[in-house]
């Protein structure tokens, strides 16, 4: 009788434990899936904003948003390659719909709508990528969003001051400071596919690039 007890017992706390294992796993490849859409998106805008920005530091901006996440892309795309996930080649239907707007316009309507979008998607990338740095349980995502930290509350404190600039305007924006992971450090490994990148290789989902 008691051992039948016991594994009743068992049964049940391994039922309880299943579902929320899943639960955790969903919540892994969600953030792999919501940070690749979202630096699918921030280069896609980016090379669009080379295109129809009116301010030379909202093309500075762009740029670098393109350098960066495109560098982030390649990173996830290797990491979640791993672990045996997938990551998105095209935009969901939000995300393109973000970027038909705005390709609908141009010069400063397109800067002052571009600028705002990219302080306010940095607000929540940043809120999201902390989440997963604190609470997350795989060490390598956990590593990532940690790593990935620093260079988009850069990439906010950026928009901020492009964004204000767009609105108040005339005067031109200050050239931005060079990506951290544009220049990796000689004989460093960066967690950033050793800085490989190349800004004309499509969205830079596939893999890292050797220099």
Known sequence: ???????????????????????????????????AMGGLAEVRLGRLASE????????????????DHGAMNAELARLAARKGMSVPLELDDRHQ?????????????????????????????????EQQAQTG???????????????LRQHLEMARSVNTQVVLGPAESVQPAASPMARPVPGAVSPWCAGAYAPKAGTNFGGCIAR
């Not at 129809?52 to 350098?67: H, K, L, S, Y």
């Not at 349980?137 to 260079?151: H, M, R, T």
């Open 52 to 67: 129809r920005a009116g301010r030379a530091g909202v093309q500075q901006f762009a740029e670098r948003m393109v350098t």
């Open 1 to 35: 009788m008691r051992h039948t007890i016991t594994t009743i017992i068992v049964a049940a706390v391994l039922a309880l434990a299943s579902p929320a294992a899943r639960a955790q796993e969903m919540t892994e490849a969600r953030f792999v899936a919501l940070a």
């Open 137 to 151: 349980i795989d060490p390598d995502l956990k590593a990532f969003a940690a790593d990935a930290l620093p260079v």
């Open 97 to 129: 719909q973000e970027v038909d707007r705005l390709a609908r316009l141009s010069g400063h309507d397109f800067d002052r709508a571009y600028m705002q979008h990219m302080v306010a998607d940095h607000m929540k990338d940043i809120a999201h990528f």
